[in-house]
């Protein structure tokens, strides 16, 4: 739509406006107490009518929304009123409304919000309908609303204008309270199971917890540069020092790379950290988060990902990263050989790389994609978990796993290192050659030093929310499910 043509439109409900101005209204809305959702109202009891008899009348009841469709018949009008719940007809008629009911109602559009009090009953047609008795208004939209039978279709507008995506396309609405209902029933699980939830920094003086690029900012009071988190790893672990023994964070974490499906700069990830655990007690809560947040939603264990199934029915299983290597890639991960003319023939560049780093390489490349899941892979390479603790009875495999589902990483646990001595020289080594703008270019003292004051064995688990909001409510790209997604600015 052309902006001459907008500027028309507008200045049409400007018209509006002033006529409900001088109706004595004030065209911005006021209190409107006592409203019941729409859904509440339409699950209202009604009398039975023996057939061939005039229908008894309902309940009173009283709504509020948007108006999302109007139409008109002589001194009645049909009006389609949306809430957050659903949706549901009323039937405005001049006699019914009086004289300044029926003013109102002649000014109203699309988009417009008012309130409706009335008597619940059917239409001839047997429709449920409100049959209004008197007419709030309760606010003017100004702006035309889309094409009122698509709602807004365009992709990049509706990130854009995620105000009028919501109410133009219900099943918009219906992903983002789902999404809220997923965080609700991690949070009411963790707290079943004896976590406590707690904050920590966003911005930061050391970027660690994970390897990624950090956004910089800077504190004028302190003329410091500070980073946004990249994650809340070590400030969670000083908590299990200091004796907090169970402790999660939903998160909103900053990663300064690219942007695509499955990454957003900014995100929300839930890390947790349980004193006396590993990460087989991380798998076994990993599991039981998800399937609470499945019941919570509803819709069962076997949920549609575009055109295929996900069963997410526990138990899930789980194998190893050498054995689903081998199975995959074709090669035995042993065989340096073997394993650096697998790499090559990928066109991965193996020049000075250490041998757990290449096979990491192969690993992404060919066997993550084959992983339907949900499984997990368990026992990574030692060389390239820093953070965690390599099993006793082989130091060169890591006590770790990761999610799978439809080639998506979706969680990420360890079996927490907690040796000071050991996490220091790693730290060094992963130091080394580190870009300064990179994570963890810088030597974080103050874990070291706490770790030396004593951190329980302990199982750590991180869990991207977006993701997992991506594949149980059957959404193909993370700015489906994110509800201001970074977008470059409109020109």
Not at 103 to 115: F, K, P, T, V
Not at 278 to 284: G, L, N, Q, V
């Amino acid at each position: 739509m052309s902006e001459e043509s907008l500027e028309g439109l507008e200045s049409v409900r400007l018209e509006k406006l002033r006529k409900i101005e001088s109706l004595g209204l004030d065209p911005w809305g006021q209190r409107f107490d006592d409203h019941k959702p729409i859904a509440d109202v339409r699950g209202l009891p009604m009398p039975e009518t023996p057939e061939g008899e005039t229908p008894a009348p309902g309940p009173a009841v009283r709504v509020a929304g948007r108006i999302m469709l109007k139409r008109g018949q002589g001194k009645v009008h049909f009006i389609e009123l949306r809430d957050w719940t659903g949706r549901i007809q009323i039937f405005v008629g001049k006699n019914q409304v009086g004289e300044a009911g029926w003013a109102l109602a002649s000014e109203l559009d699309y988009g417009d919000r008012i309130g409706v009090d009335g008597t619940l009953g059917f239409t001839k047609t047997g429709e449920l309908t409100v049959f209004a008795t008197s007419l709030t208004f309760l606010g003017k939209s100004l702006a035309p609303p889309p094409e009122k039978w698509h709602g807004l279709t365009d992709l990049e507008q509706r990130y854009r204008q995620r105000y009028v995506d919501l109410y133009s396309n219900p099943e918009s609405l219906e992903t983002f309270l789902s999404r809220s209902k997923i965080l609700a029933a991690f949070r009411k699980i963790m707290g079943e199971k004896g976590f406590v939830e707690v904050e920590t920094p966003t911005m930061q003086s050391i970027a660690g917890g994970a390897a990624a690029r950090p956004f910089v900012t800077h504190h004028n009071t302190l003329d410091i540069d500070l980073f946004m988190r990249i994650a809340p790893e070590l400030y969670l672990k000083r908590l299990l020092v200091g004796g907090m023994e169970r402790v999660f964070e939903i998160a909103r974490v900053f990663r300064n790379e690219g942007i695509s499906p499955k990454h957003n700069p900014e995100f929300t990830m839930m890390e947790a950290y349980q004193a006396y655990g590993d990460y087989h007690s991380m798998m076994d809560l990993t599991e039981a988060l998800i399937c609470g947040a499945i019941d919570a939603i509803g819709g069962g264990y076997e949920r549609p990902w575009g055109d295929v199934t996900v069963d997410f029915t526990p138990p899930w299983p789980r194998k190893t990263y050498y054995d689903l290597f081998r199975e995959h890639a074709g090669v035995d991960p042993t065989d340096h050989e073997a394993l650096f003319a697998k790499a090559e023939s990928l066109g991965i560049k193996t020049a000075g790389k250490d041998p757990d780093v290449v096979i990491s390489d192969v690993f992404e490349e060919v066997v993550e994609d084959s992983l339907i899941g949900p499984i997990f892979v368990i026992d990574y390479p030692a060389a390239i978990c820093p953070l965690t603790k390599r099993k006793a009875s082989n130091p060169a495999v890591a006590e770790r796993f990761e999610l799978f589902v439809r080639g998506m990483e979706l969680a990420n646990a360890y079996t927490e290192l907690n040796d000071p001595m050991l996490q220091e020289d790693l730290f060094r080594n992963q130091l080394a050659g580190q870009k300064e703008e990179d994570s963890m270019a810088k030597m974080d003292d103050d874990f070291v030093r706490a770790l030396k004051h004593g951190m329980p064995p302990a199982g750590g688990l991180g869990i991207g929310m977006d993701r997992l909001c991506m594949l149980l409510l059957n959404r193909s790209s993370i700015r489906d499910v994110v509800l201001f997604p970074l977008m470059r600015p409109q020109s």
